[in-house]
């Protein structure tokens, strides 16, 4: 267990410290590290993190036992309290618990998965086939992180980032290794990348899936370039960098790759590593083949939707680059399905086809619209969807245009509104479904929104209820509300659907 004075030396190393007093208590042991006030007990070092922080919160956790903290300004205190203040403190953040847990991330076979869609499919895929290979060689199923949840061995809980922050990551490798977990596989987001949750980690693997202009806001990236050089980061961590070459950008992307060690291609086009060819969809069932320099295979997935190709040429490339069999990459994928994500759900009649989809930027919504229109083509298609508030505003105009364009009516519905106004928020985007000459109408309840679009089907319909997947949580204000789960059954025309399954929780009424 480490004291005070080395988190100092390790900050100091960094180059991060900008003063520090330690008032004599160099050799206090810190048995506990957090950057949550009221998480704060005997032998703390507390971490003073974010913008809208209070000095109230540092008084708090010294009142529960913190013996030190880290920030970016001293706090004067009645009692003479060791600090160390710091240049940054996104950039200490994971310095200081990378050392506190014990550099699990260095015992662990790490991948890594960035992109503006598809990372979550991506990273169960991923993990699937590893999970088939561990099985195989009677080894414990790997861990995961990602969006919908985090496993790591010790236990499986409900996501709250796509990447954790420093602290909290880095427990959950710790978990994992104390687990006996030999393989994690992550969800590496752009913010995380931008501020350094992921820093001193190197990635065995990483992924580059795709790029389209998304979280462009005050709040996140401030343009395309920003934001588009945040995932390109990932290669600076990367040992070997699996590159899809059917992606926008794939040059640019393929130059930063060379910054990692290995380069493995995917993609459909040209000459990549990873070939896929002769994607079809028969009988309901998605395939595709796979030409390599070690194998010829046909796959098929469990999951429709032409784009989880490019996802699941992506988690062979991973398991190429491991040395994984192709039996465990075909059996993998064969069979993982993805809560949130392509779930689909057919009334007793056939009439209804629901899709229920985490889509939620232009590039998701562009794939599957040509997913949908492709499978479906005899189907009128209706859309619910929504926009978040007080971030990614292109999103506004870009899916009011493309699902105007595809759609014979939407529903506006609220997605994580925040501070702002739902109905504002509808507005804006109805102007863009107003350009396209598509009727839409504003339900802000979702559950109700659906129920709508249920009872109005009088022919071939496909539904499709996009935006927030499986997420259990609609942010409103500063607040996460969390909706009911229960097995009501509600009567609602074509025939009597189980809202918990409908609804997923996620799909907030």
Do not use: W
């Amino acid at each position: 267990m480490k004291n005070i004075k080395q988190y100092l030396d390790l900050l100091m190393e960094e180059g991060l410290v900008v003063s520090y007093n330690l008032y004599q208590k160099a050799k206090s042991p810190i048995y506990h590290m957090t950057y949550g006030s009221g998480d704060a007990k005997e032998d703390t070092l507390f971490l003073c993190k974010g913008a809208a922080f209070k000095k109230d919160y540092l008084l708090e956790a010294l009142q529960r036992g913190a013996v030190a903290y880290v920030s970016e300004q001293y706090y004067g205190t009645e009692e003479e309290v060791p600090y160390i203040r710091v240049k940054s403190m996104r950039k200490a953040m994971p310095v200081l618990a990378k050392a506190f847990y014990g550099n699990p991330d260095e015992e662990l076979f790490l991948t890594g998965v960035t992109g503006t869609k598809g990372k979550t499919t991506t990273v169960y895929y991923i993990r699937a086939i590893m999970d088939e290979y561990l099985r195989a060689k009677q080894e414990k199923a790997s861990g995961l992180i990602s969006t919908i949840e985090t496993c790591d061995g010790m236990s499986c809980e409900e996501s709250k980032l796509t990447t954790p922050e420093s602290p909290e990551l880095f427990r959950h490798l710790k978990n994992a290794v104390d687990a006996g977990i030999s393989h994690m596989t992550m969800e590496v987001s752009s913010q995380a990348l931008k501020y350094h949750r992921v820093r001193k980690i190197k990635f065995d693997v990483g992924v580059f899936l795709n790029i389209s202009e998304d979280h462009i806001s005050p709040t996140e990236h401030e343009d395309f370039e920003d934001y588009f050089s945040a995932k390109l980061s990932l290669f600076k961590q990367t040992k070997t960098a699996c590159v899809n070459l059917d992606s926008d950008q794939a040059k640019r992307v393929l130059a930063a790759a060379r910054m990692s060690d290995q380069v493995i291609t995917f993609g459909t086009k040209g000459n990549p590593d990873i070939l896929g060819s002769n994607i079809c969809m028969k009988d309901r069932t998605l395939s595709f083949d796979v030409e390599c320099r070690e194998f010829r295979q046909h796959f098929t997935l469990a999951m429709h939707g032409m784009f989880n190709v490019e996802n699941a040429l992506a988690a062979i490339a991973v398991a190429y680059a491991m040395g994984i069999p192709v039996k465990y990459m075909a059996a993998g994928l064969a069979k993982t399905k993805v809560q949130g994500r392509m779930e689909e759900y057919v009334s007793a009649d056939g009439r209804l086809q629901v899709i229920v989809d985490f889509a939620h930027n232009r590039l998701s919504f562009e794939k599957l619209f040509d997913s949908v229109l492709m499978e479906h083509p005899d189907a009128r298609i209706v859309t619910i969807f929504g926009c978040p508030g007080g971030k990614a505003f292109n999103r506004r105009r870009d899916l009011g245009l493309i699902a105007g364009l595809f759609s014979e009516k939407v529903y506006l519905s609220a997605d994580d509104p925040g501070i702002e106004s739902p109905q504002d928020i509808a507005r804006e985007i109805g102007g863009y479904l107003e350009v396209t000459g598509c009727p839409y109408e504003y339900i802000e309840d979702r559950g109700q929104a659906i129920q709508r679009a249920i009872q109005e089907v009088e022919r071939k319909t496909v539904l499709l209820v996009l935006g927030k997947g499986n997420e259990a949580r609609q942010k409103y204000g500063k607040i996460s509300y969390k909706f009911p789960t229960d097995g009501e059954f509600v009567q609602i025309g074509i025939r009597e659907y189980n809202r918990r399954h409908m609804r997923r929780s996620a799909i907030a009424g």
